[in-house]
Every structure is written in C-alpha cells, then in structure tokens.
C-alpha cells in the first residue's frame, strides 16, 4: 500500500529536549515537505527537499533542521524545541513538485511544555 | 503574498441536500487546485485536483469542483451530503512557478457538519 509513515504519532516534550520526528515514503518519490497545522492557520510548510541531498527552507523554518540522506526518509529535528512549535505535523511526498497530488502521513501531535 | 481564502470557518448541511465548500485563491499565473478533507486524528485525503481542461472536475466519494479562472475559485461540491461527509475540508493552490519544491499553499480549512 502507497503510504507516508510518520512516527510518533503523539509527543510530549520539555523545553529544550531535542527531539525526531521521522517520516518515510514507499512510492519512490523525489519530492518532501514538511508541515505544521496551526487552527486558522491551515498548513504552512517549514522545510521541503527535490532529491536525496537537496533540502531547502520553506515559509516557516525557524528552530527546524531536515536531512535527505535517502530518498525514502526525511526526518524532521528540533534542536531546542520551544512551547511555540507545539503543534501538528506533516510530512508529505509527490512524485512531481508540479500537476501531482501530495501524499500525507497521519501527523504528529507534538506538545512542548 | 500568495494566499488561499476559504471564507466559510463552517457548512452546516442537513443529509441529502446539495453542498458547496466555498475556495478562492491569490496566486500568479495558472497554478494547480487541489481539495483534500482531514478526518479527525488522520492525515489529509487528497480528494481531487484541477490542472487543465474541463472547467469542472470530478473526484473521491462523489465530490466534485468547478474552476472559475475570471474569479479565480475553486469551489467543492457534491449534490447530495452524507452524515459521513462530515470533516475539515483544505483547498491548496500549487504555483506553476517558483514553488519550493511543490509546496501546498493552503486555506484556513471549512468544517463540514452534515447533520441527519
């Protein structure tokens, strides 16, 4: 089955707590994006990648780092996470960064106290 | 600034009857439209999408979209609502151009309540 796989599912964390939140596609797509999901907000993305080694910051990258090491994985760290960044998250794949649809994960929920 | 508006934070929709999930969008050029619906505690279900041609265009579980370029909308429809149509409704716009590896410009998203 065609699926974007993210893990946790739910996280709870401390202020300052670097932390992972992995994301992994089975559909051999070169496109990657992260999201977060804000109320009234809809999806803003913080940071997408084009091929394996190509990362790039997006409208909301501020307190996020990426990698693209492989093709079918594209963690997302927080170094230092801060209240602010709790929120919902989004890993998304496609196969064209053009006229085909993106794939979503189920999201992490991430709490920062 | 590019930007998507969805004017409407809820529909409310009795079963049976027709509904509209009302987008507009902000964007240079001809970008892609995309409608995907988010269940609660799931990811987001892509539902359909408009890239060229036919004004309106058909997708999952019996919704449907008509483009308006002069308007420049995007507008989700379905003639008949279910109770199991209930959801958060995104419209996504994707520029032609320039668009940081694909990205999904989103709407605030439309709460769907179809009621018995």
């Known amino acids: 089955e065609a699926q974007v796989t993210q893990n946790p599912r739910y996280l709870i964390t401390v202020t300052g707590k670097k932390l992972t939140v992995t994301c992994s596609q089975n559909?051999?797509?070169?496109?990657m994006s992260w999201y977060r999901q804000d109320p009234g907000l809809g999806l803003r993305q913080i940071y997408y990648?084009?091929?394996?080694?190509?990362?790039d910051k997006g409208d909301v990258p501020e307190g996020y780092k990426v990698s693209r090491k492989e093709k079918r994985n594209f963690p997302l760290i927080l170094e230092s996470p801060s209240p602010n960044q709790t929120s919902l998250y989004f890993c998304?794949?496609?196969?064209?960064?053009?006229?085909?649809?993106?794939?979503f994960g189920q999201g992490t929920r991430l709490t920062v106290v | 600034a590019q930007s998507v508006a969805q004017p409407e934070d809820q529909v409310n929709v009795a079963e049976g009857n027709p509904l509209t999930v009302k987008c507009t969008y902000s964007?240079?050029?001809?970008?892609?439209l995309f409608w995907y619906v988010q269940y609660p505690n799931r990811g987001l279900q892509f539902l359909l999408k408009?890239?060229?041609?036919?004004?309106l265009v058909k997708g999952s579980y019996g919704f449907e979209a008509e483009f308006n370029k002069s308007q420049t909308s995007f507008h989700l429809k379905k003639p008949s609502a279910l109770v199991s149509d209930s959801a958060l409704y995104f419209c996504?716009?994707?520029?032609?151009?320039?668009?940081?590896?694909?990205?999904?410009?989103f709407g605030q998203g439309t709460e769907l309540s179809v009621k018995p």
């Open positions: 408009y890239i060229t041609g036919d004004n």
């Open positions: 559909m051999n797509h070169e496109y």
């Open positions: 990648s084009m091929n394996v080694e190509v990362t």
């Open positions: 996504a716009v994707r520029p032609y151009f320039y668009n940081q590896g694909g990205k999904l410009i």
């Open positions: 998304a794949s496609s196969l064209t960064g053009s006229n085909t649809e993106a794939f």
């Open positions: 964007v240079s050029g001809n970008p892609y």
